[in-house]
T-cell receptor, first 120, second 113 residues
Framework: AQTVTQSQPEMSVQEAETVTLSCTYD???????LFWYKQPPSRQMILVIR??????QNATENRFSVNFQKAAKSFSLKISDSQLGDTAMYFC?????????????????FGQGTILTVHP | NAGVMQNPRHLVRRRGQEARLRCSPM?????VYWYRQLPEEGLKFMVY????????ESGMPKERFSAEFPKEGPSILRIQQVVRGDSAAYFC???????????FGPGTRLTVL
């Protein structure tokens, strides 16, 4: 079974600054996906960024980037130029790659979440 | 192209009543996943369905909970004889054919009095 751990229950950052959210995971799989989801007060789950484990290059989406360290099983999210609209709960999630087979395909395992507050 | 739709958005039930939560996946999506989010926690997988089939229900409580995804119509998560501990946000997600692209609905917030 996979586990995902987010060790920072809460983080805060000043507007325009950079913040990094931590995520570690445990798995015996070699091929998988990792995700960061954002959940604002509306509670809608919004995909922020996705990383495939076999790709060594870190994923980037505008102000959001990840630092994927496969050997260390670490997947941190960096938010640059933080904006007030980034205030939300952020969840890290793991999914076994479809090619790995088995019925756990498509099943996301989420961490406990980190509440991020961006201050003006 | 409408996103994943869930209704109702809010549902209040008294202990012992039944709750029915509906999820319409995005057009063309045939894989639906249900997750439960208890207060102050992350989402926990409940069940994975394809049209007319339950693929993985390993996260579903053995009693009182059931799910279906009929050939026509939305997926339904049914909770019989609700208890206060069932109070949570229930999310459904659908997945595109390309795989590993999940689109979440806005959730149904169930409150059991």
């Amino acid at each position: 079974a996979q586990t995902v751990t987010q060790s920072q229950p809460e983080m805060s950052v000043q507007e325009a600054e950079t913040v990094t959210l931590s995520c570690t995971y445990d798995t015996s799989e070699n091929n998988y996906y990792l995700f960061w989801y954002k959940q604002p007060p509306s509670r809608q789950m919004i995909l922020v960024i996705r990383q495939e484990a076999y790709k060594q290059q870190n994923a980037t989406e505008n102000r959001f980037s990840v630092n994927f360290q496969k050997a260390a099983k670490s997947f941190s999210l960096k938010i640059s130029d933080s904006q007030l609209g980034d205030t939300a709960m952020y969840f890290c999630a793991f999914m076994k790659h479809p090619n790995a087979g088995g019925t756990s395909y498509g099943k996301l395992t989420f961490g406990q979440g980190t509440i991020l507050t961006v201050h003006p | 192209n409408a996103g994943v739709m869930q209704n109702p958005r809010h549902l209040v039930r008294r202990r012992g009543q039944e709750a029915r939560l509906r999820c319409s996946p995005m057009k063309g999506h045939s894989h639906v996943y249900w997750y439960r989010q208890l207060p102050e926690e992350g989402l926990k997988f409940m069940v994975y369905l394809q049209k007319e089939n339950i693929i993985d229900e390993s996260g579903m409580p053995k009693e009182r909970f059931s799910a279906e995804f009929p050939k026509e119509g939305p997926s339904i998560l049914r909770i019989q004889q609700v208890v206060r501990g069932d109070s949570a946000a229930y999310f459904c997600a659908s997945e595109g054919l390309a795989g590993a692209h999940f689109f979440f609905g806005p959730g149904t917030r169930l409150t059991v009095l």
